[in-house]
């Protein structure tokens, strides 16, 4: 079952709506669930190209951008939960058990951006680790190249 939203709110479109114009302001934040995954935190943000799901990007909500995670990438990070373009927006995920697309990695390991873009390792890399995240999985749950990490308003500063 994909994520709804829990709050009292009219006009929050659903996730995976892509929509070639923003429905409510980039950078609304609202609260969901998800059957399997449990509670959630969503954020509206514009899309980038060739984004899939699971992919980890960081954005810039100020000047309206989205860019898939790759080493040495700095700034809030967020989970894509559909297949996205530029010149799109839809809702990621900031908080809650998030499906990310992973290299090998161990459970409960740190996470940590590689020079694939959008796909987390937890192999140690001086700078790269996401601040506000842990696998909560070892690769290949739920499925082949994903793995659950449980997110807590992540970032890119520069740590680990």
């Known amino acids: 079952m994909p994520y709804v939203f829990t709050e009292n709110r009219l006009g929050l ?5 892509l929509s070639s114009t923003a429905l ?3 950078g609304t934040v609202a609260r969901a669930v998800d059957s399997t995954y449990g509670e959630a935190e969503l954020i509206y943000l514009p899309g980038v190209a060739s984004t899939a799901v699971g992919d ?4 810039d909500q100020r000047a309206s ?7 040495g990438s700095r700034g809030p990070v967020a ?6 373009v530029a010149s799109t927006y839809d809702w990621y995920q900031i ?7 992973a290299g090998t990695v161990a459970n ?12 987390l390792d937890d192999a140690v890399v001086s700078g790269d680790k996401i601040d506000g995240a842990r696998f909560k999985t070892a690769d290949g749950t739920p ?7 449980e997110l807590d308003r992540p970032s890119l500063n520069g740590n680990g």
């Open 95 to 101: 908080k809650g058990s998030a499906v990310c697309k």
């Open 56 to 59: 980890t990007v960081i954005y």
């Open 13 to 17: 479109p659903a996730v995976g709506t």
């Open 65 to 71: 951008t989205t860019t898939r995670a790759v080493a």
């Open 108 to 119: 409960n390991a740190s996470p940590y951006v590689t020079a694939t873009a959008g796909t």
């Open 24 to 26: 409510v302001p980039v």
């Open 143 to 149: 499925s082949a190249g994903f793995a659950i990490v």
């Open 79 to 84: 989970v894509a939960l559909a297949a996205s």
